[in-house]
Nanobody, 127 residues
Framework: QVQLVETGGGSVQAGGSLRVSCAASGYRDSPRCMGWFRQAPGKEREGVAAIYTRSNTTYYADSVKGRFTISQDNAKSTVYLQMNNLKPVDTAMYYC????????????????????WGQGTQVTVSS
């Protein structure tokens, strides 16, 4: 059974940085795409960033471009989200997701494209 475990969330002041990690396990063939999503209270879940694991191609929401960086460490089966210059609007539960189906770049931010999800890690940014 595929498992995704997020770590690294926490509280930080605006302008600060955090790195969240997602350790994946329980699969034979590697996921084709790994994504990070977030959901703030009262809001819908939104795609933040994704990485196509075959080519290392990355995708970002406009709201985080230039501030967030997604990366992968294949040896550790881990995906990271480095978040810099954090803003209070970035406060949310952050979820890692894995897709094992053929990847469609235009739909990287659609949560229906992902097969497995982690339990989430809270990121809180204070002003």
């Amino acid at each position: 059974q595929v498992q995704l475990v997020e770590t690294g969330g926490g509280s930080v002041q605006a302008g600060g940085s955090l790195r969240v990690s997602c350790a994946a396990s329980g699969y034979r063939d590697s996921p084709r795409c790994m994504g990070w999503f977030r959901q703030a209270p009262g809001k819908e879940r939104e795609g933040v960033a994704a990485i196509y694991t075959r080519s290392n191609t990355t995708y970002y929401a406009d709201s985080v471009k230039g501030r967030f960086t997604i990366s992968q460490d294949n040896a550790k089966s881990t995906v990271y989200l480095q978040m810099n210059n954090l803003k209070p609007v970035d406060t949310a539960m952050y979820y890692c997701a894995a897709s094992f189906t053929p990847f469609r770049p235009s739909r990287w931010g659609n949560d229906h494209e992902y097969d497995y999800w982690g339990q989430g890690t809270q990121v809180t940014v204070s002003s």
